[in-house]
């Protein structure tokens, strides 16, 4: 009897397993129906793809690599032609260095940060991701850096946005699967502030990028200038370096004539208030010197 229980317990499974299978198969087949149904783009969205075709084009490739799980070995990156030194070239030149030591020490640890932990929920090493390694090699590569700290910068900034859109995901999801109150609204502080903070990092990071590449120098673009009676103007690129109190003027392009300054004219008659409670104006009287004199004085 207990052979008999299991032989149906094994043909149930089957069958379940079966009836699994096909109704994926049917899904599959009914999404790709639903694709081959799609009309073609009208001209407006035809012209368009057309211009990004050709600014595509236009860019320049941006590296990327295959990453491959070995098991215990551990896992491997490699190019994905067979030019092995050639890659080497166009790696030292993504990351600016000549020191390969420091290339495959960033590779190393871009592809540990860039590990799907996903399925191990973080109690065993990751899975190497192929996409997110190549996303952030991409962003290096755009960056372009000069040196090895700049190539620091851009892998930092790469890292910086894969931990900002995990903790918007996250936070959406506090929002949709928590109440406003208690654990909640813990759990929704502490994502928003995680956020709040990797945000400004990344803020700080491309801004510090840009300080660094401008070497200190600070430019002020000035594109409407009013000059008023009396005043003087500086028309051209002024430059402002690091340094305190250091000017530079590239170039003077407009400057008023200096002009003699005049006194302002005293009638013969002046006046001054007197100390009542009236403010009465007060005659000044002048000699014949020019000299002004207080007629009255106050009282004490």
Do not use: W
Not at 21 to 41: I, M, N, V
Not at 147 to 174: C, K, Q, S, T
Not at 282 to 291: F, M, R, Y
Request: include cysteine; charged fraction near 30%.
């Amino acid at each position: 009897m207990a052979g008999e229980y299991v032989g149906n317990d094994s043909a149930l499974a089957q069958v379940a397993e079966r009836a699994a299978a096909e109704h994926r198969a049917a899904e599959e087949q009914a999404f790709a129906d639903k694709l081959a149904k799609r009309s073609p783009p009208d001209p407006v969205e035809r012209a368009e793809i057309e211009k990004a075709r050709k600014r595509t084009k236009a860019r320049t490739p941006r590296i990327a690599m295959r990453v491959e799980d070995r098991g215990k070995a551990g896992s491997v990156v490699y190019p994905v032609h067979c030019d092995e030194e050639g890659h080497e070239y166009r790696l030292a030149d993504v990351f600016g260095t000549r020191s390969l030591q420091f290339v495959y020490s960033m590779l190393k640890g871009l592809g540990t940060a860039t590990e799907d932990h996903s399925l191990s929920l973080d109690l065993s090493p990751g899975s190497p991701d192929q996409l997110t390694l190549n996303a952030v090699l991409a962003v290096i590569d755009g960056v372009r850096p000069t040196d090895e700290v700049e190539a620091m910068l851009g892998a930092h900034m790469a890292l910086a946005n894969i931990a900002l859109l995990d903790l918007f995901a996250r936070m959406r999801a506090a929002v949709a699967g928590h109440r406003y109150e208690g654990d909640g609204i813990r759990r929704l502080e502490v994502l928003a502030n995680l956020t709040n903070k990797f945000m400004r990092t990344y803020a700080m990071q491309f801004d510090f990028l840009a300080r660094k590449r401008r070497k200190g120098e600070q430019t002020i673009k000035v594109k409407h200038v009013h000059v008023y009676a009396g005043g003087q103007a500086v028309v051209g690129n002024v430059n402002h370096g690091g340094g305190r109190g250091y000017r530079k003027i590239e170039h003077r392009g407009y400057e008023r004539g200096e002009e003699t300054p005049t006194a302002p004219a005293i009638s013969d008659s002046p006046s001054m208030r007197s100390a009542d409670q009236e403010r009465e104006t007060l005659p000044l009287a002048s000699d014949e010197k020019g000299t002004l004199s207080i007629a009255r004085r106050r009282s004490r």
